[in-house]
């Protein structure tokens, strides 16, 4: 299935919202794109960028008349997004966002959406650790998943026009629950996000504690570590206020475990680690077969930095 | 300095090993590499690449006649494997490690090394996930840092050797004591793969507890743990083991900072997670400046994944 729209918006001309244009700027896929953004230097860089058309400060200008209207603002400000340029939609509009957490984004825009209006609860799970439209790049996208959370009252049709759109940006699309969605993601990126957060500000104390230098000497780990650490301040404080219950679970398992591997430690239990370790190779054996490892967008990234 | 072997021996050619045969072999540093290892795989695709000259399964053989002997086994096996090609040795001469433990090794060492036998304790920091001689490649230490941690007992030309050795490597050297080593190490690389290890064996247990597939959707975060966690088991049951104090240090500060956020998580404190998270990404741009993320060899690693 192919898309095309006369209009699209993207609030939020972020990493994600600039790359999302750029993909639909790639493939044709819009007459014209518009995009809204709180920050002047946002709306000017967007716009110099080619990213957008014409950037707005109020999101109700660049929804006006759109036939798709993209939500890529941080996860707490989505709802209050939506309702605010609620009245602004031509009827039958399409609203989607790509909010990282999916049963409160579903609760908090559920009494704000006109009946007249299709709202899509999406998550493309991509990003980097940089933020803004100067970072965006079409690649983004490529071999991830999206996963799209649709409810007993979302539209079908707009469902599969979502799908369209973030298959043509090169993601493999999947459905479910926006429960399970907000259990997958605590595991599978909140955690490890809030762990990278925590180890990066303990070694900061370390080094104030005892004066002297640490953080210079960043090896393998801690140096992958500080890369997720840098990720963007607002929109993962969102995160974590938004999917609590599922993070804080998840975090209960993991102390249990970090317990475990301390006690062997302690012990000095060579038997428990050594078991424990091959184990977690073959894992990684199993994500590098399932592909997940992605080294183009991740050369992309690099070629990036090397400017 | 520029220093040249007659012979140079290594025991223990895997990913450290293999790659310094590469570094002594393209500077031309040495007349002749032995190498040790022992299963007749390792030895067969060291000598097949090239990398040593022969290989031997006896330690012993290898380091007959050498002038310079670089032990890169696990951390577990140094002190023994040193003691038992003592007898082989020449005088005068130079032994040194590659053990990410210092303290325990020159601990252990002392009571075995000849008095005619030049013993260094040293740390190239450097590595991937990956074991195994085909793994190595000539630019694995570039721009990374090298600690050599002498005591008042080291003999000062031969510190100078090996110094010479590792910048020749492109490595930058620095010496400290081996326990100031060992902390600083805890922190930056021993912490963070400890928690790696972890949160990929929660992720597997979740998937198993819950019958749903969970990694298949690895994240940006996970993923990257899932690369750290793919390191060598042996290797680093032995840092676990040997370096037990200042990890347990590490880990204590770790989980009280853990538990200060997640209270605030619970508490749907965002102000306390925004400005925590606002200080990590100060301090990744902080490390980015300091030069110690490598797209180089990060690059090389991407490419030989694509093979």
Same mark, same amino acid.
């Given at each position: 299935?192919?898309?095309?729209?006369?209009?699209?918006?993207?609030?939020? %001309?972020?990493?994600? !919202?600039?790359?999302?244009?750029?993909?639909?700027?790639?493939?044709?896929?819009?007459? *014209?794109?518009?995009?809204?953004?709180?920050?002047?230097?946002?709306? !000017?860089?967007? %716009?110099?960028?080619?990213?957008?058309?014409?950037?707005?400060?109020?999101?109700?200008?660049?929804?006006?008349?759109?036939?798709?209207?993209?939500?890529?603002?941080?996860?707490?400000?989505?709802?209050?997004?939506?309702?605010?340029?609620? $009245?602004? +939609?031509?009827?039958?509009?399409?609203?989607?966002? %790509?909010?990282?957490?999916?049963?409160?984004?579903?609760?908090?825009?559920?009494?704000?959406?006109?009946?007249?209006?299709?709202?899509?609860?999406?998550?493309?799970?991509? #990003?980097? *650790?940089?933020?803004?439209?100067?970072?965006?790049?079409?690649?983004?996208?490529? !071999?991830?998943?999206?996963? +799209? =959370?649709?409810? *007993?009252? =979302?539209?079908?049709?707009?469902?599969?026009?979502?799908?369209?759109?973030?298959?043509?940006?090169? /993601?493999?699309?999947?459905? /479910?629950? $926006?429960?399970?969605?907000?259990?997958? /993601?605590?595991?599978?990126?909140?955690? $490890?996000?809030?762990?990278?957060?925590?180890?990066?500000?303990?070694? @900061?104390?370390?080094?104030?504690?005892? #004066?002297?230098?640490?953080?210079?000497?960043?090896?393998? !780990?801690?140096?992958?570590?500080?890369?997720?650490?840098?990720? @963007? $301040?607002? /929109?993962?404080?969102?995160?974590?206020?938004?999917?609590?219950?599922?993070?804080? @679970?998840?975090?209960?398992?993991?102390?249990?475990?970090?317990?475990?591997?301390?006690?062997?430690?302690?012990?000095?239990?060579?038997?428990?680690?050594?078991?424990?370790?091959?184990? =977690?190779?073959?894992?990684?054996?199993?994500?590098?077969?399932?592909?997940?490892?992605?080294?183009?967008?991740?050369?992309?990234?690099?070629?990036?930095?090397?400017?």
């Amino acid at each position: 299935m192919t898309v095309h729209f006369h209009k699209a918006a993207i609030v939020g %001309v972020g990493l994600i !919202g600039s790359s999302l244009a750029r993909v639909l700027r790639a493939r044709g896929m819009a007459d *014209e794109i518009t995009g809204a953004a709180r920050s002047e230097k946002t709306r !000017g860089a967007a %716009v110099a960028l080619g990213v957008v058309d014409r950037a707005f400060e109020n999101p109700a200008d660049a929804v006006a008349d759109a036939d798709i209207v993209f939500v890529c603002t941080p996860v707490g400000a989505i709802a209050q997004t939506v309702a605010d340029f609620m $009245p602004a +939609l031509k009827s039958g509009v399409i609203v989607t966002d %790509v909010g990282s957490v999916k049963a409160e984004i579903v609760a908090q825009t559920a009494p704000v959406v006109r009946p007249d209006v299709r709202f899509v609860p999406a998550h493309p799970v991509a #990003g980097t *650790e940089k933020s803004g439209p100067e970072n965006g790049f079409v690649e983004l996208f490529e !071999g991830r998943w999206c996963i +799209l =959370t649709p409810t *007993e009252k =979302t539209d079908a049709s707009a469902v599969e026009t979502v799908r369209a759109v973030w298959e043509a940006a090169g /993601m493999k699309v999947e459905e /479910m629950s $926006p429960e399970r969605h907000d259990r997958v /993601m605590a595991l599978m990126s909140h955690l $490890p996000h809030l762990i990278a957060y925590t180890i990066v500000g303990t070694a @900061d104390d370390m080094e104030k504690d005892t #004066g002297a230098d640490v953080i210079k000497y960043a090896a393998g !780990g801690f140096r992958d570590f500080t890369r997720i650490a840098g990720s @963007d $301040p607002v /929109m993962w404080r969102d995160i974590f206020l938004n999917n609590t219950d599922a993070v804080l @679970d998840c975090l209960q398992r993991f102390c249990e475990d970090l317990t475990v591997l301390q006690k062997a430690i302690r012990r000095r239990d060579g038997r428990t680690l050594q078991d424990w370790f091959t184990r =977690t190779r073959r894992i990684r054996r199993e994500v590098i077969d399932a592909r997940q490892d992605q080294p183009e967008n991740e050369k992309l990234l690099l070629k990036d930095k090397k400017k």
